[in-house]
């Protein structure tokens, strides 16, 4: 009786350890610290909409879109599971800890999960989780590699804010703008992250810290208190059909980033202080909680990459794309001030300090 007692003792201590490895496993799989910079994508599209404050269809849109993007995590593991192999053998796949038909499972089932939530939220917002499926599971199974990766993460980024707008009020247009200013900073740090397990490339973490410069000075420009600026043009969202910018192409004054032959941001043609506003008058706490939300964005931001910049070895290049996708909390979170919505402006940044505290632990690239 007593060695039966003992042998179970020491029997649960072993079950709980494989499930840690297993949890710990899946939460680098799926990157679970970059959660944090999702909800602050719907967040800001239903503020820009005009949305005085989030409602249910809202929470759907999160739902949705932390679907959508988690499955994008997945697929992107079991796309580049030769490649991790021998870049990254520490990775989930290649080390074993996670096989590769349950990362390509996971993958599809919170796809379906994604656009089913999408769904509940109705027709608007399905018709752009749809777009937003299609595109991630485009990038990582074909576009990723070509000059038209860092576009597709941009696009993918855009959609996701207009998925927000699309589910609260049922229109995207006055969202346009803001989706614009978060698509050009993922595109920037998308270029960055394409030398991460490489480096040798100064040009790329440059070029994002001159969007970083821009959008930051874009967001700040002319603001005063009490200032009422004025909305995207009506023909903001005729010039961007689909979305579909291409390189060498130029979108409309509503924000999108000019892509040159080596598909690198031109920051200046970003978007414009007048077009991310929205018609929304800023009290004096309100415009201070803009300009040090903007702050903080560049701040996140600017050093790693500078760092990067002077060498870009893969560990700086590396804390400089992690450093870029944790600075879309406090983009989102001055986007989302600079409509009026000082109150959620201040939870999306909230979510700051938890995604350094997971960051910690598991990393996000």
């Not at 007593?2 to 709980?16: D, E, I, S």
């Not at 576009?143 to 927000?164: F, N, W």
């Not at 009490?226 to 409309?252: H, I």
């Not at 929205?278 to 790693?304: D, I, M, N, Q």
Request: glycine share 10%; aromatic share 4%.
């Amino acid at each position: 009786m007593r060695t039966g007692t003992t042998t179970g003792a020491k029997v649960k201590p072993k079950l709980n350890t494989k499930v840690k490895v297993k949890a710990r496993a899946w939460a680098e799989l799926l990157r679970l610290p970059a959660l944090f910079t999702v909800p602050g994508d719907a967040l800001a599209g239903a503020a820009a909409a005009g949305a005085a404050r989030p409602n249910a269809r809202t929470l759907l849109a999160i739902g949705s879109s932390l679907c959508l993007y988690e499955a994008g995590m997945a697929l992107n593991d079991w796309a580049d599971h030769a490649e991790d192999a021998v870049e990254r053998p520490h990775r989930p796949l290649p080390s074993g800890r996670v096989r590769s038909a349950s990362a390509l499972a996971a993958a599809g089932a919170l796809t379906a999960a994604g656009l089913a939530l999408a769904a509940r939220a109705g027709r608007p917002a399905l018709t752009v989780a749809v777009p937003l499926a299609a595109t991630v599971w485009s990038y990582d199974l074909t576009l990723k590699r070509t000059p038209a990766g860092p576009l597709a993460m941009g696009a993918a980024r855009t959609l996701d804010v207009l998925l927000g707008a699309a589910a609260t009020t049922g229109t995207t247009r006055a969202a346009l703008p803001s989706a614009l200013a978060l698509g050009a900073h993922t595109f920037a740090v998308t270029t960055v992250s394409r030398h991460e397990t490489q480096g040798g490339s100064a040009l790329a973490p440059l070029a994002g810290l001159a969007t970083t410069g821009v959008l930051a000075w874009r967001l700040t420009r002319g603001h005063t208190t009490g200032r009422r600026t004025a909305g995207p043009s009506p023909s903001a969202e005729a010039s961007v059909p689909g979305l579909g910018l291409k390189p060498g192409r130029t979108a409309d004054a509503a924000g999108s980033a000019r892509l040159n032959s080596t598909n690198l941001p031109d920051p200046t043609n970003l978007p414009s202080p007048t077009n991310l506003s929205g018609s929304t008058t800023l009290s004096g706490p309100a415009a201070a909680l803009h300009t040090a939300l903007t702050v903080t964005y560049a701040a996140t931001t600017a050093r790693p990459l500078f760092h990067a910049t002077l060498n870009p070895s893969p560990p700086l290049t590396q804390r400089a794309v992690g450093s870029g996708i944790r600075a879309l909390i406090p983009l989102q979170a001055a986007l989302t001030a600079r409509a009026g919505a000082t109150g959620v402006a201040l939870l999306t940044a909230a979510l700051a300090p938890a995604a350094r505290s997971f960051a910690r632990k598991v990393s996000v690239t």
